[in-house]
């Protein structure tokens, strides 16, 4: 990867979607002057799934102080503290427990804390996240968090659909979000869906916010 490669990638992309789209770098397994270059882009909003890892890249990065750090991986419990002290944002609150101690901890630290709440849209045995049922009779109990800001949905497709089958999933999150804001009132401005490989359907549906890492940075080595 190479800066030229780069800027070439963002305005491929840029020039399929609406300008209103927020595009999301995914920049697990990117090295933090790679990241550098995706800021100097535009690039404001990065999403990192491992707590360790983005320590270390924050601190990396620490002079780009305008940098949102998004946790978009499954956050374990043992992980909370340094979470909060790391990620700007927890896009992927997955669980009612999960949830309330997140509250419980950001309370500790006297910060409220912008997340999003992963769903699955269908079932895959592979991913975290509520299902819709399961959501919809949390509402009343993650009401009463006030230390999380919820902003939004976020969804993560199963592998193997078909495009008929991608375009189906992705279109159950848009209700639902109107759903969910008619009965807590929440704004909910942020629709998290569409990847790589599915970022175009995604917008389609209604997405307003796409995490690219593969189309953006290339392919990268597999994680240890």
Not at 22 to 34: D, L
Request: glycine content about 8%; hydrophobic content about 45%; overall charge negative.
């Amino acid at each position: 990867m190479d800066p030229q490669t780069l800027a070439a990638n963002l305005q491929r992309i840029q020039q399929g979607i609406p300008a209103g789209v927020e595009i999301m770098a995914v920049s697990k397994g990117v090295a933090p002057e790679v990241m550098r270059w995706a800021y100097e882009l535009g690039l404001r909003h990065f999403g990192e799934s491992r707590v360790q890892e983005a320590a270390q890249k924050r601190k990396a990065l620490a002079d780009l102080g305008d940098m949102v750090w998004h946790l978009i991986g499954h956050l374990q419990t043992n992980k909370i503290a340094p979470a909060l002290e790391i990620f700007d944002w927890i896009d992927s609150v997955d669980s009612l427990r999960l949830a309330k101690l997140l509250d419980q901890k950001a309370a500790q630290r006297g910060r409220v804390v912008p997340v999003c709440l992963q769903v699955k849209l269908a079932p895959d045995p592979d991913k975290y996240g509520w299902e819709v049922e399961d959501l919809l009779a949390a509402l009343p109990a993650l009401q009463s968090l006030d230390h999380l800001a919820v902003q939004g949905l976020m969804t993560i497709l199963p592998l193997g659909l078909d495009p008929a089958g991608i375009q189906a999933t992705f279109a159950r999150l848009p209700p639902l979000a109107e759903q969910i804001r008619q009965q807590t009132g929440w704004p909910l401005p942020v629709l998290s869906m569409g990847m790589s490989g599915d970022y175009l359907q995604a917008v389609e549906c209604g997405s307003t916010l796409i995490r690219l890492g593969r189309s953006l940075f290339g392919e990268r080595s597999p994680s240890p």
